[in-house]
């Protein structure tokens, strides 16, 4: 359950807490935020004396270690997470800093310094929310700190050996742990527990708070105190679309998000207030920016699905700048109508504009281009041809639900002759993207054969075979989809430790390998035919051998980040359905697999391994 509607604005977000502290991973967690846990590599070792302050020093450490995250994310994902969170605990005693000790000797030092006496425990902490623009990382940093006040009793030589030996001390600033046996030593503290304990939860809500709602400016005009309210308000905070749900885009926010479309969404609009006889200003709400900007979604789609139809972006990656006149030639359209949509492409960020023409933004050169590794092409016009259409009946597959829908609607996406390529670049672009990670998501060294069902074009196939240099890699699919695989061949990277194998793996005889993967496969079927391929693969699979699903995993509430519209895709189009770790690990096991293991794959792709059991 979560208490604080400030923290359920990030349980949408891909958050990170760049922290290898056990107790901040607890404190976060028990307060009801969802986030994936990346020690930062940043060294400590900033010159203390260069900060005017030791909560200055504290802070720095803190966004240094958020930073050192966010951009070997952004890196390795070539895109970072949406908030990144570090933290930096030390403790302050006769205008010294202590951190860690770093061993029993500095840790004797420095409980002996605190002992009987009062000193400041301060924790900095750093959020960074990222966005990634034109491939480079943008960082946006919001810091604060804390500080309690602890005194310690006075103790003998003989119980600070104690507790030195205890191990307790070795990883804690200070040499203590107040949350455990060092709560022993502690006569008083005056300020918030968990700040020393490693992380501020108090004042990180009233940091979001007055990151994510923003004060409006009628507000600033007549509330003199602060206007960050104290936290046993934050319940009062209504949840909906209340100002900025994002603080790169509020008033405050970063100058590097594209404004809004409707406006400022810190402003009332014109009009909206009201005096009554007594003078006092009506509350109207603010103007819902981000609703509109989800109702006006289609739009923004379809835009896009337009320019590369009308293969905009392959016009500009080849020649650019451009005006709109020439661009209009070049793909038979109307002049005024291709300026619009260039227009609406500038806005979008997929283009940018100069007086000399229209040029692709990196992005758009990398993935909206028809060509080339990361083209995301084929999928903008998968969805543009056929996602499109299904979704105008969402309503009936939500209303009959998908069983009824499957039998008078969906196709399967590569039974249709006419889509089968269509589908089969969508799946490439979209592939080659994620194939690293999945690769590489667990050590795969041990195996040495592999069979891929449903492996399309061998994206997959080509990134576990580059990785592993030990690794065959046997791709199976439809006869009618191996046929066009040359198509997607990159030149002079044909291995030969890749086959394709045209076959139907709910019919033909699996090949034999240590390790059977299913990239995107299983969400696509009902149960029944998941438990049919299931004991297909598990009758296949020696003892020893493994299974690996790739798919996006449901978090717990069944909320998967940023795969929700996908769902109601299967809804639409198959009678599949995304899952669960649980239902994962449940179908798995009722299939001879035990050992099984999560890992995340990147954005919106997570991986499931595990092991054949010998079968009893
Ligand atoms: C005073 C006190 C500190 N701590 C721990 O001390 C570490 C501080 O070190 P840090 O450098 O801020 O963090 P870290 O553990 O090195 O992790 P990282 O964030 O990766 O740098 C954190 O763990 C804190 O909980 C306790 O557990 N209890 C206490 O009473």
Redesign the pocket.
């Known amino acids: 359950m979560v208490l604080s509607p400030v923290i359920r604005k990030l349980l949408h977000k891909r958050v990170v807490l760049?922290?290898?502290?056990?107790?901040?991973r607890e404190i976060l967690s028990h307060a009801g935020l969802r986030f994936e846990v990346v020690?930062?590599r940043f060294k400590?070792k900033l010159d203390k004396a260069s900060f005017p302050t030791p909560y200055a020093y504290a802070i720095e450490?803190a966004k240094q270690?958020a930073l050192e995250v966010a951009s070997r994310m952004h890196q390795k994902d070539l895109r970072a997470p949406d908030v990144v969170i570090?933290?930096?605990?030390?403790?302050t005693v006769g205008g010294l800093i202590l951190?860690?000790p770093v061993d029993k000797q500095d840790a004797y030092r420095m409980l002996s310094r605190l002992n009987g006496k009062e000193h400041s425990?301060f924790?900095g902490v750093a959020i960074v929310h990222c966005c990634t623009k034109d491939g480079q990382l943008d960082t946006e940093v919001s810091e604060f700190h804390e500080e309690t006040t602890v005194k310690f009793s006075e103790l003998s030589e003989e119980l600070l050996w104690e507790y030195i030996d205890s191990g307790e001390p070795m990883?804690?600033?200070?040499g203590?742990?107040?949350?455990a046996l060092?709560g022993m030593l502690v006569e008083y503290v005056h300020g918030d527990f968990l700040n020393?304990?490693?992380?501020p939860l108090n004042h990180f809500c009233k940091k979001l708070v007055e990151l994510y709602y923003p004060p409006r400016r009628k507000d600033v005009q007549r509330v003199k105190h602060d206007s960050i309210p104290p936290v046993d308000t934050f319940e009062n905070l209504s949840d909906t679309e209340q100002g900025s749900s994002d603080p790169a885009q509020g008033n405050e926010g970063g100058s590097h998000r594209r404004a809004e479309a409707g406006g400022d969404r810190g402003q009332i609009p014109a009009g909206s207030q009201g005096a009554d006889s007594n003078g006092t200003v009506g509350i109207t709400p603010q103007f819902p920016a981000g609703l509109l900007e989800l109702i006006d979604g289609f739009k923004a789609s379809k835009a896009l699905f337009t320019a590369c139809k009308l293969k905009v972006f392959d016009v500009l990656k080849d020649e650019a700048p451009l005006k709109a006149m020439d661009i209009a030639g070049k793909i038979d359209a109307s002049v005024c109508g291709t300026e619009r949509l260039l227009d609406v492409c500038v806005a979008l960020g997929l283009l940018e504009k100069a007086d000399r023409g229209y040029c692709n933004t990196d992005l758009a050169d990398l993935h909206l281009a028809s060509d080339g590794e990361y083209s995301l092409h084929g999928l903008a016009m998968h969805s543009n041809d056929h996602a499109w259409n299904l979704f105008t009946d969402l309503e009936l597959a939500v209303r009959e639900g998908a069983n009824v829908a499957f039998g008078r609607k969906a196709e399967h996406p590569v039974q249709s002759k006419q889509t089968k390529l269509q589908f089969m670049r969508a799946m490439h672009g979209l592939t080659n993207l994620t194939a690293r990670q999945v690769a590489t998501a667990f050590d795969l060294s041990r195996f040495t054969s592999a069979c891929d069902l449903g492996g399309c074009t061998g994206a997959l196939a080509r990134a576990l075979t580059q990785q592993y240099p030990r690794l065959k890699v046997t791709v199976v699919d439809l006869p009618e989809v191996i046929e066009h695989v040359p198509c997607f061949q990159p030149e002079g990277r044909q291995t030969e430790r890749i086959s394709f194998v045209p076959g139907d793996f709910f019919k033909d005889d699996l090949p034999e390998a240590e390790l059977y993967l299913l990239s995107r496969i299983l969400h696509e079927w009902p149960d029944d035919k998941v438990h049919e391929l299931l004991s297909r693969v598990s009758g296949s699979c020696k003892p020893g051998g493994g299974i690996l699903v790739a798919e996006t995993v449901l978090e717990e509430n069944r909320a998967a980040r940023g795969s929700l519209p996908a769902s109601l895709n299967l809804l639409v189009r198959t009678q599949g359905r995304e899952r669960s770790l649980p239902e994962y690990r449940r179908l798995l096991e009722q299939h001879g697999f035990w050992d099984v293991r999560l890992a995340h794959a990147g954005d919106r792709l997570d991986v499931v391994l595990g092991t054949r059991a010998s079968p009893p």
């Open positions: 760049a922290s290898a502290s056990p107790r901040r020690p930062s400590e450490t270690k570090g933290a930096d605990t030390i403790v951190e860690k425990v924790t990883d804690k600033a200070g203590y742990g107040i949350q060092g020393v304990v490693g992380f």
